[in-house]
T-cell receptor, first 110, second 115 residues
Framework: AQRVTQPEKLLSVFKGAPVELKCNYS??????LFWYVQYSRQRLQLLLR??SRESIKGFTADLNKGETSFHLKKPFAQEEDSAMYYC????????????FGSGTRLSIRP | DVKVTQSSRYLVKRTGEKVFLECVQD?????MFWYRQDPGLGLRLIYF???????EKGDIPEGYSVSREKKERFSLILESASTNQTSMYLC??????????????FGPGTRLTVT
C-alpha cells in the first residue's frame, strides 16, 4: 500500500539551529516525492520535488531509496520558515494522484 | 501564474442542508481534485477528475459527490451535510502529461462549519 508517514506533528527549534523534518514512505516502485508548505494564511504550495534536486529557500531533501525516506533539511532555521509542511508521494503508475502525509508544524523560536 | 479560486472562504450550514463548493482554475489543467484538511490527518482525497464529466473516488468519498461539466470548474456537493463534515476543503488542479512532475496547484480553501 502507498503511504507517507511524518512522525512528528510539531517540531520546534531555535532560530539559527538546523532543521530536519522526517518523512518515510511506502511504495513498491519508483515514486516521485515532494514537499509542500503552507504558511500562515496562505495557500498550500509546492516547496520542492526530489527529481529537481534543487535547494529552495535553503531547504534540501534527498531521496533515500534504501531507507525509503525523504527528509527535509535546512542548516540554519529562520523565523519565516514557521509553517505546516507536508511530505507527498506520487506513483508513476498513477500519475495524477498525490498521497500526502499528515503534516508537521514547524515552529521557529526567536 | 496558475490561479485556482474557490467560491467561498468561510461557509456555515445547518445539518441536513445540501452544500455546494465551487472551484475554478484558469490554466486549462485536465486534473482537478477535492481534499479535506484536518489537523493530525493531513490532506485526504475526496474525489478527483481527469477530464470533463469524468470522476474517480478518492480515499473518503462517502457523503460527497462531484460534478465537472466544464474543464475549468469542479464542484463538490455535500448531499446532506453532517457535523462530521466540518472541515477545511481544498481544491487543486494539475496537468496530466507533465511526466517529470505532478505538481498540484491549490486554491485558498473553504472552511465549512456544519451546525
Amino acid at each position: 500500500a502507498q503511504r507517507v508517514t511524518q512522525p512528528e506533528k510539531l517540531l520546534s527549534v531555535f532560530k539559527g539551529a538546523p532543521v530536519e523534518l522526517k518523512c518515510n514512505y511506502s511504495y513498491s516502485g519508483s515514486p516521485e516525492l515532494f514537499w509542500y508548505v503552507q504558511y500562515s494564511r496562505q495557500r498550500l504550495q509546492l516547496l520542492l520535488r526530489h527529481i529537481s534536486r534543487e535547494s529552495i529557500k535553503g531547504f534540501t531533501a534527498d531521496l533515500n531509496k534504501g531507507e525509503t525516506s525523504f527528509h527535509l533539511k535546512k542548516p540554519f532555521a529562520q523565523e519565516e520558515d514557521s509553517a505546516m509542511y507536508y511530505c507527498a508521494l506520487s506513483g508513476q503508475s498513477s500519475a495524477s494522484k498525490i498521497i500526502f502525509g499528515s503534516g508537521t508544524r514547524l515552529s521557529i523560536r526567536p | 501564474d496558475v490561479k485556482v479560486t474557490q467560491s467561498s472562504r468561510y461557509l456555515v450550514k445547518r445539518t441536513g442542508e445540501k452544500v455546494f463548493l465551487e472551484c475554478v482554475q484558469d490554466m486549462d489543467h485536465e486534473n482537478m481534485f477535492w481534499y479535506r484538511q484536518d489537523p493530525g490527518l493531513g490532506l485526504r482525497l475526496i474525489y478527483f477528475s481527469y477530464d470533463v464529466k469524468m470522476k474517480e473516488k478518492g480515499d473518503i468519498p462517502e457523503g460527497y459527490s462531484v460534478s465537472r461539466e466544464k474543464k475549468e470548474r469542479f464542484s463538490l456537493i455535500l448531499e446532506s451535510a453532517s457535523t462530521n463534515q466540518t472541515s477545511m476543503y481544498l481544491c487543486a488542479s494539475s496537468l496530466v502529461y507533465e511526466r517529470s512532475s505532478y505538481e498540484q496547484y491549490f486554491g485558498p480553501g473553504t472552511r465549512l462549519t456544519v451546525t
